[in-house]
Every structure is written in C-alpha cells, then in structure tokens.
C-alpha cells in the first residue's frame, strides 16, 4: 500500500522529510488517508496509531519505530498504524516533546536544580553520548581530555550523566503527556476510520444494487386473475350473441347487415 510507483532517490527521500513537495498540510492528508484506507477494523488501527504517538514522548531515539511496532503486536493493534503514528515526533514536534517532558519529569522528580531545560540541549547530550561511544569503539584520542585515549569508562560517566539529568526525567515526564496524546488519537482516528468505512461500505452497496438491477431480466406484464378472465370472455361471448340478434333481425326486415334498405331505381330513368 505504501510502494511508490517509481523508486525514490535517498537525496528525493530526505528532503521530503524535512519539506514536502506539496506542503506538509497535504502530506498529513495523504497519511491519513492511508490510516483510514487500511483493511482492519477500526479499534485496531486506531489502537496502532495511539502506540505510535505514544512511543514518541520517550527518549528512546532510535528505537521508536521498533518499540511501536511491539506494542502494537502485542495489544493486537496495527502495525502499518503505529509505523505511522511514531511520527507524531517530527522533526517540528520533537524540540517542544523534549523540553515539556524534561521539565515535567524534573519537576515531578524534584530535581528543578538541573536548570531551565532546552530543546537543542537536550538532543546535544544525545548525540555527544553517541559520539563518544563511536571514538571508544574506534579508540581514537581525545583531545578534550589531555591526548588520552577514550576509555569505556568515560563512555560509562558520561552515560550515566546523561541518564541521571536528561533521561529518565524525559521518560517520566513524556508519559503523562504522551497518554492523553495516545488517547485523543485513539479517539480521533477511531471515529474518522469507522465514519470512512461506513461511508465506502454504503458506496459499495449501492453500486452493486445497481448493477444488478442493470443485469436483471426485464420482469413480465402482470397476467389476468382467473376471475377476471372469465368475466371479460363472457362479456365478449354477449357481445357476439347481441351482434347475432341485430343481422338476424336485418335479414328479416331485408336491411342488409349495417345498412339501410336501397330505394328501387325508376324505370323512368
């Protein structure tokens, strides 16, 4: 459902998602026309889609499509749904997802002396995590840190840090607002899918009724009761008897049959 019929270039692909060719207003419709397309029951692609949106407000960067995709095989949702879900947390939703529920979660954790959170910041930590990881793996120098090599456990220090002051107050925090998203998707897809399958099963109906009454057999004249038929015979058998009275009593007075008598021509004449 989802192959295009031409092959996209990586360079095409990109950009598209950071700008779609025909708006973004459009590539929502487009999406969600394929939600409700999708050859499942309402529940279950509304089910798929909230897991989605939910697997979204977690730090769990880099796994969101396969965490949606197991929720949804679990709770017997959909999964082309929830592949579609997950991206609730584009790349213009990400920064405020982050900075709420870091702030939410710290808030709630009483660690409010970590200081005001920010979107850049937060997705910083992430990837300076991550590049530290790759310079471990490469054992390539630090310069940062006097000319040494990258130790695993720098790597472990800054992973705790960064699980310590970003992490878990981004997944405490992105659970509260991410299940009140979760359930008004649930809601609103249910009800556009449910609205749009009815709306083609009542198209479908009405195309096939006419269609069959397109190739059915022309229906027959109704016949004459038995009743009916006997009385319209015995009418025309009157009929017949009263002509038959009036050419008798014609040939008897010498009229021909429908006419008057002819007057006898004068000799004369």
Sequence with gaps: MFKRRTPQSWLAWTRSMIWPRKGWRRGFQYFGRKVQRLKDTPHSIALGFAFGALIS???LFGFHMIGCLALAWIFRGNLLAAAVG???GNAFTIGPIAVMSV?????MLG?????EAQGETILQSFADLWATFLRWVASEIDE???GHIVTFGRVMRQAWRLFDEVFWPYLVGGLIPGILCALLCYYLVYKGTDAFQKRRAEKRAARLAEIAAQ???????????GAALVGLRALQSVREELKGRERGKDR???TPPGGELKKPEDPAS
Excluded: I, N, Y
Aim: proline share 12%.
């Design 57 to 59: 407000f977690t730090p």
């Design 86 to 88: 997950q991206f609730v």
């Design 103 to 107: 702030s939410l979660g710290r808030w």
């Design 111 to 115: 660690r409010s002396h970590h200081g």
């Design 144 to 146: 940062g840190e006097g």
């Design 215 to 225: 190739r059915a057999p022309p229906v027959a004249e109704p016949r004459e009761s």
């Design 252 to 254: 008897e007075k010498g």
